[in-house]
């Protein structure tokens, strides 16, 4: 509903990863300038960040314990039928983040909600580092059938049909896609009309 959440989405939130950033983008675009009142179902996130569900929920929970989103108005979706009903998140913006705190100040005042202020909307602390793989750095075992392997020369083993044993296709020798003449003949040739 406007463009400042979506900003701090992009380009300033201290996220860790882009699946985070996406979810974070799927947020920021519903919510209000002030990033309140965002609520995209799961499912929503989930079609728009190309994830899982079950990974939109596991990092929307993430994210309210770093203290990215929380909570907010639930009061917000009641027009949703509560069985369908999504739930309601805050963007926790800064307020030392917004352009113009005067205008989104404004707005909030013209909803009934009070002003924000550095006590409401404190900094966020940075991302934490993102962990490692188990097994980075480390060879990748080889396999017993043989299927991936490498030749003692470094090249891929040959795949079934690369033989040469006549086992898969093959091209006639020499053909190509031109006749013999050097060109295309056209079956039918049409009369040329003077």
């Known amino acids: 509903m406007s463009l400042l959440p979506i900003l701090w989405a992009l380009k300033t939130a201290p996220v860790i990863d ?19 009142d965002a ?7 989930a079609d728009i960040a ?7 929920q596991r990092r929307l929970k993430t994210l309210v314990t770093r203290g990215l989103i929380a909570r907010g108005n639930q009061a917000a979706a009641a027009y949703i039928p509560e069985h369908f009903r999504p739930t309601v998140y805050d963007l926790m913006i800064p307020y030392s983040w917004f352009p113009d705190i005067v205008q989104v100040n404004e707005e ?47 090249e891929d083993s040959e795949s079934p049909g690369q033989t040469g044993q006549g086992v898969g296709s093959t091209s006639p020798g020499g053909g190509d896609y031109k006749s013999q003449r050097g060109g295309l003949q056209d079956p039918q040739p049409s009369p040329t009309n003077p």
Do not use: C
């Not at 609520?39 to 996130?45: L, M, Q, R």
């Not at 190309?50 to 939109?56: A, E, L, M, N, Y």
């Not at 009934?112 to 006590?119: A, D, I, R, W």
């Open 39 to 45: 609520f995209p179902s799961k499912k929503t996130i």
């Open 50 to 56: 190309k994830i899982d569900p079950k990974t939109v």
């Open 108 to 154: 909030r005042r013209g909803k009934g909600k009070p002003p924000l202020t550095p006590f409401d909307r404190p900094d966020l602390s940075e991302a934490p580092p993102r962990k490692q793989r188990a097994d980075k750095g480390k060879p990748r075992k080889k396999r017993q059938d043989g299927v991936g392997s490498t030749s003692p020369q470094g």
């Open 18 to 36: 882009a699946e985070e950033r996406a979810i974070l983008v799927t947020l920021a675009e519903s919510a209000w300038s002030d990033g309140t």
